[in-house]
């Protein structure tokens, strides 16, 4: 048996040891899709990893084999690989697959708090180490059903369920918004990087439409140097090293370096000296998620680009900032995916990314395009900010409310502003 458990000692008045099982049962209803049905269908993709909620549904009609039925209120659980954390309340009526355990709370338990039961740090160990399988690692009911917790009465239990759903809303709240403004931000830049700002007439040319003052030029001809980071053993990577390396997966989709995740390793200086980034230079990922480009606006340690990443400088004509919004933007990024090469893993040459044509207004124009994608930048990185505060909050109160380190009654409760 797992050693993984809710238990509290000393029991708060009012709370009761139990097992899972003592708390819901298992939904074992079984239901034979048809071919043109409508029934609403859940899979491992529909379930939120990490996080109690959905990320869509189908439909009956897309399965064939047996579903289990589930109703409103039943809580929904991957258990395979349970280590995923894929749980939500159902909010509708449906079918889901087999992968997935449906647990429906007795009358002792509030299902809305049974659903973040099933993301505590210690019911996804305990269902973890009671996986099966090497491939396809899968808990089981009989499993799961032994998990220990201490569960308060009810109006405890819809106080706790209440207090973590509001923090759930606003989560979800930060992240339609973030959807949102990405959405707008890509219809700013085909706008900008088409019409420019200076409403002027365009004209056809081999990216497509630009205002007529603009040049459509080739990177390599406005860039001072272009060079592959250098390759060096992973035995170079410390914990106390001098430098920063930046790799491929140290980058967003939208250029966003991420230097909490990228490794330090204990090089000498000098042996690199000529490769090491100088603030405003370009890097591009040349392979993985290839066309990828960052602007390195400096960092307290040294930064060495890796392998897989191409270094540009370049001249006073193009501002770096304008080249890595084009770069990735909806106009270009296109063309850049274009220059990949490989059956298997899809690589961009240097030599073919000096050739990329890309459009060249004005150095002020350049930069006034550039401001105005950074303050659409500037709103995501704050509400990307409120999203972690209140995904660490979530953890916390969701550890410290079902441990009773933390009781409904004492809790001050305010939400990230």
Same mark, same amino acid.
């Given at each position: ?26 939904? @074992? ?37 047996? @579903? ?10 991957? @258990? ?234 370049? @001249? ?102």
């Amino acid at each position: 048996m797992s050693d993984s458990n809710l238990l509290i000692d000393p029991l708060p008045p009012g709370w009761k040891n139990q097992q899972f099982g003592d708390a819901c049962d298992r939904v @074992k209803d079984s239901y034979q899709p048809v071919d043109d049905g409508d029934t609403p269908y859940v899979g491992l993709e529909h379930l939120a990893q990490g996080f109690p909620a959905f990320v869509g549904r189908g439909q009956e009609s897309e399965v064939t084999s047996s @579903k289990t039925a589930f109703k409103v209120g039943d809580i929904l659980f991957g @258990k395979l690989r349970p280590y995923l954390r894929k749980g939500a309340r159902a909010d509708f009526d449906g079918v889901c697959s087999t992968d997935i355990l449906a647990f429906r709370a007795k009358a002792t338990c509030e299902s809305e708090f049974l659903k973040f039961v099933i993301h505590s740090d210690e019911f996804v160990a305990h269902a973890k180490s009671t996986t099966s399988g090497v491939q396809h690692p899968r808990t089981s009911w009989p499993s799961v059903k032994e998990f220990r917790l201490s569960i308060p009465p009810l109006p405890e239990q819809k106080k706790i369920a209440h207090i973590l759903s509001t923090v759930q809303r606003a989560i979800e709240a930060q992240e339609r918004i973030i959807q949102t403004t990405t959405e707008l931000k890509k219809a700013l830049m085909h706008k900008l990087f088409t019409e420019g700002l200076r409403h002027e007439p365009q004209k056809q040319t081999e990216i497509g439409p630009v205002p007529e003052s603009w040049e459509v030029v080739k990177i390599k001809d406005h860039c001072i140097e272009s060079a592959f980071g250098p390759r060096f053993g992973s035995e170079l990577y410390a914990a106390d090293g001098n430098i920063l390396t930046l790799r491929t997966t140290d980058m967003e989709d939208d250029g966003r370096i991420d230097y909490n995740t990228a490794p330090l390793a204990r090089i000498d200086y000098a042996k690199f000296e000529k490769h090491y980034l100088q603030v405003g230079d370009i890097v591009v990922s040349r392979s993985g998620t290839c066309g990828i480009a960052s602007v390195f606006e400096g960092y307290p340690l040294p930064v060495l680009p890796g392998a897989f990443l191409i270094r540009l400088r370049m @001249k006073e004509s193009v501002q770096p900032m304008f080249l890595r919004h084009y770069i990735n933007s909806p106009v270009g990024r296109p063309y850049v995916l274009q220059l990949a090469q490989g059956a298997i893993q899809k690589n961009i040459s240097g030599t073919r990314l000096g050739d990329l044509l890309i459009p060249l207004p004005s150095r002020a124009e350049q930069e006034e395009i550039s401001a105005a994608v950074g303050t659409v930048d500037q709103k995501l990185a704050n509400h990307r900010q409120k999203l972690t505060a209140n995904q660490d909050l979530f953890r916390t109160l969701l550890h410290e409310l079902m441990t009773a380190k933390t009781r409904v009654h004492e809790l001050e409760f305010h939400l990230p502003s």
